[in-house]
């Protein structure tokens, strides 16, 4: 029944592995986003996508790299991590054209997070 | 660019008292605004939200009204309980760069019976 749902919600590593967080929604959006949370609460959006096409991409190391399989799946993978990536990352969802608004401007609900810790 | 600006916490208040976090915001266009709230070990839930100036939000008794004259979106609760107790983001959308949220730095609301 969870509208949004990423998998693990824990996750902790050593320096220099490659990792993978998994999103999926089930309310039929047709735009996901990843956004990171430091540890001083700070959020911020990393990726956006739209009907699997990449349209946000922000100053984010180019050891990330979003995939979106279909629509309802947005996954992040991360190459050679660092202790600086030490984060929670949400993912998150929006209807946008499917509701007949603007992109970008319709509400986006968020997935539980996960919590990732580099050692 | 966008960005928006919310009182620095931790706030700490007595069950039943009066709850306001200040949020004022910097954007171009007609945004649209919201509040998250996050429970401890929880993610981002939405609170509130308002689409255009004048527009009230209201939920669970928490309540914002969009103020386009004083760049403002202020959350008000009447009586807050223990269980309120989380962290608030005012947040933007639809700016001057579509697509994304911008967030306040959150406010850490701590309630005691």
């Known amino acids: 029944d969870t509208a949004v749902s990423q998998t693990p919600k824990y996750l902790v590593t050593q320096m220099g592995n490659d990792k993978s967080i998994k999103c999926e929604q089930n309310?039929?959006?047709?735009?996901m986003y990843w956004y990171k949370q430091d540890s001083k609460k700070f959020l911020k959006i990393m990726f956006s996508?739209?009907?699997?096409?990449?349209?946000i991409n922000e100053t984010v190391p180019n050891r990330f790299s979003p995939k979106s399989p279909d629509k309802a799946h947005l996954n992040l993978h991360i190459n050679s991590l660092e202790l600086g990536d030490s984060a929670v990352y949400f993912c998150?969802?929006?209807?946008?054209?499917?509701?007949?608004?603007?992109?970008?401007?319709?509400?986006?609900?968020f997935g539980p997070g996960t919590r990732l810790t580099v050692l | 660019g966008d960005s928006v600006t919310q009182m620095e916490g931790p706030v700490t208040l007595s069950e039943e008292a009066f709850l306001t976090i200040n949020c004022t915001y910097t954007?171009?266009?007609?945004?649209?605004l919201f509040w998250y709230v996050q429970y401890p070990g929880e993610g981002l839930q939405l609170l509130l939200k308002?689409?255009?100036?004048?527009d009230k939000g209201s939920n669970k008794g928490f309540e914002a009204t969009y103020r386009k004259e004083t760049t403002s979106f202020h959350l008000e609760k009447g009586s807050v309980q223990v269980s309120d107790s989380a962290v608030y983001f005012c947040?933007?959308?639809?700016?001057?760069?579509?697509?994304?949220?911008?967030f306040g730095r959150g406010t850490q609301l701590t309630v005691w019976p």
């Open positions: 996508y739209n009907n699997k096409e990449l349209i």
């Open positions: 954007a171009t266009g007609y945004p649209s």
């Open positions: 308002a689409t255009k100036a004048d």
């Open positions: 947040a933007l959308s639809g700016g001057s760069t579509l697509g994304r949220l911008y």
């Open positions: 998150a969802s929006s209807q946008d054209q499917a509701s007949g608004r603007a992109w970008g401007t319709d509400t986006q609900y």
């Open positions: 309310l039929g959006h047709d735009t």
